[in-house]
């Protein structure tokens, strides 16, 4: 059963324009959230993320706001810009018990950002 | 850039071969992991290592084993490789503080890996 779902697969965007990519996850015990960057044959990027203690947080022109309650984070992006394109991965974790953070990836959102 | 290295970048192999991929950081982090990516499957989870000789079972780890006897090294054998095991193999490192494992993982490039 997955655990970390990013339901769209692509998205599209005008540049200039708001991107605001969703992740929904059904597993309580996550407790920090991360994004990540994707170009091809390039390894992901960390972008930015997010304890479960806190409801945003924002860093530049990327802002992710966490709903508890929802189980739902999303990534907004403003503007976006032509080098934004790529596959943005959701990820969750939650201490392993060995100290150890285990990520839960979502399938990923290809952004297409259109000059 | 986070310094990781993986090799070999590309692999093409027979079914049956045993095959090791390396993963050599230069940041001095306690924890390593191994991930593949596969189309409609996002990353995985192979094995992960939380020091050295220290290492534990992911969410695929079936067909594969780990070794690390140096901290900057973590090695992922496949014993026999299989077709299923044609993926893209990432190797990620994270910082700790004391033992405990901070959040953000960060990855190398990548080795592809084809099994005919």
């Known amino acids: 059963d997955q655990q970390v779902k990013q339901n769209s697969p692509s998205l599209s965007v005008q540049e200039g324009r708001i991107s605001i990519l969703n992740c929904d996850y059904t597993?309580?015990?996550?407790?920090?959230f991360l994004w990540y960057k994707k170009y091809p044959a390039e390894g992901p990027t960390f972008l930015i993320s997010?304890?479960?203690?806190?409801d945003k947080n924002e860093d530049g022109r990327f802002t992710v706001f966490l709903n508890k309650s929802a189980k739902h984070l999303s990534l907004h992006i403003v503007p976006s810009q032509p080098g934004d394109s790529a596959v943005y991965f959701c990820a969750a974790s939650e201490d392993s018990g060995a100290g150890s953070y285990q990520l839960t990836f979502g399938k990923g959102t290809k952004l297409s950002v259109i000059p | 850039d986070a310094g990781i290295t993986q090799s070999p970048r590309h692999k093409v192999t027979e079914t049956g071969t045993p095959v090791t991929l390396r993963c050599h950081q230069t940041e001095n982090h306690r924890y390593m992991y191994w991930y593949r990516q596969d189309p409609g499957h996002g990353l995985r989870l192979i094995h992960y290592?939380?020091?050295?000789?220290?290492?534990d079972k992911g969410e695929v780890s079936d067909g594969y084993s780990v070794s690390r006897s140096k901290t900057e090294d973590f090695l992922l054998t496949l014993e026999s490789a299989t077709s299923s095991q044609t993926s893209v193999y990432f190797c990620a490192i994270s910082e700790s503080l004391g033992t405990l494992a901070l959040g953000e993982q960060y990855f190398g490039p990548g080795t592809r890996l084809t099994v005919t």
């Open positions: 290592s939380y020091g050295v000789k220290d290492t």
């Open positions: 597993n309580s015990m996550f407790d920090y």
């Open positions: 997010i304890s479960s203690i806190k």
